[in-house]
């Protein structure tokens, strides 16, 4: 039998050169198991030279501690950029202003800006009567206290509370205006719902670098649950592909691998070069990707999340 010589286009992962830059995002851990999780994840990721680690600031600040915690250590003890995530929510912008300072004493230069959500899931946000109104105003608050690098959010599929694109479109502009120098997005599941949402910024006349947010799916069900609350849209097709799996972890990270890794090489393809990674403190899917759009660590390279020696 004669096979014929393939012809069309190449490989999805053919033409991937590893010239792509990455950063990811942790939540600060509650229990002591899950903080060694955590550790082992970022000293999994450090090799790939990310330019920032983040890590999330919970509902209505309930992680504040945590989260100052978790962002001071990683400043402290690794070589790694940290970003602590600030919101709006529940403080006054005395307050606030206070948790910034803190910050830039304990040399963090990167603070991701959110509104933030209630603590209450489906509680219509409520601005603190003293404090921001929202991320555009904590921003140009952020800017007076030092000259932090702010990252805000950004929404492909629309914020739920936005009354259109466009009212959201021009949320993300106010944004940008009043100091921030990147986006970075919710999850989604499409690629051409990234680059639609690219190319509508970039005819409002924003200029600023957009970068795709990441969400390697191992569980539908808990990510349900984020969507709800950011307004992403979970295709059918993605709950088929995990049925029967329940069981079976290893075979269900090998199907998240390939769903995430196939939109990212499809983003790659579209002239994307920089990705953000929601890792859920799990260093296995966002490392695979990584590899397979042909990042690799240095041949030679101490991790720079290795703890340092302290002197006796």
């Known amino acids: 039998m004669t096979i014929a010589p393939a012809t069309g286009a190449p490989a999805l992962f053919e033409n991937v050169a590893g010239d792509i830059a990455v950063s990811f995002e942790f939540f ?13 994840s970022i000293q999994t990721l450090a090799p790939l030279g990310p330019r920032f680690v983040s890590v999330t600031y919970g509902a209505g600040g309930s992680t504040r501690e945590r989260t100052h915690n978790t962002v001071a250590r990683i400043a402290r003890e690794t070589s790694l950029s940290a970003a602590a995530h600030l919101t709006c929510v529940q403080a006054t912008k005395a307050e606030i202003d206070d948790i910034a ?25 409520e601005a603190h009567p003293e404090g921001y109104a929202n991320a555009a105003e904590l921003v140009a608050g952020l800017k007076k206290i030092a000259p932090f690098e702010i990252s805000v959010a950004a929404y492909p599929e629309c914020h739920p509370d936005s009354r259109n694109r466009a009212a959201d479109l021009d949320n993300l502009w106010r944004k940008i205006d009043a100091g921030a120098d990147r986006a970075i997005t919710q999850f989604f599941f499409s690629p051409e719902c990234f680059f639609r949402f ?44 995990f049925e029967g ?31 953000h990674f929601y890792t859920l403190n799990r260093a296995e899917l966002s490392y695979a990707i990584c590899h ?9 390279q101490d991790s720079p999340a290795q703890p340092q020696e302290q002197a006796a």
């Open 101 to 125: 300072r803190a910050y830039w004493d304990a040399g963090v230069r990167h603070i991701v800006a959110l509104r933030g959500d209630m603590p209450t899931l489906g509680d219509p946000f």
């Open 292 to 300: 397979l759009l042909g990042l690799r660590p240095p041949k030679a």
């Open 245 to 275: 799996l329940d069981d079976l972890p290893a075979a269900r990270q090998l199907v998240a691998a390939t769903v995430a890794a196939e939109m990212c090489g499809r983003l790659y393809q579209g002239g994307v070069r920089h990705f």
């Open 198 to 241: 690219r190319d509508q910024a970039a005819a409002m006349g924003i200029d600023a670098e957009i970068v795709p947010g990441i969400l390697p799916v191992s569980n539908v069900a808990q990510t349900r649950k984020f969507a709800g609350a950011c307004g992403a849209n979970i295709p059918d097709w993605m709950d088929r592909l």
């Open 28 to 40: 600060p851990p509650k229990t002591e198991k899950m903080e060694q999780t955590l550790w082992e």
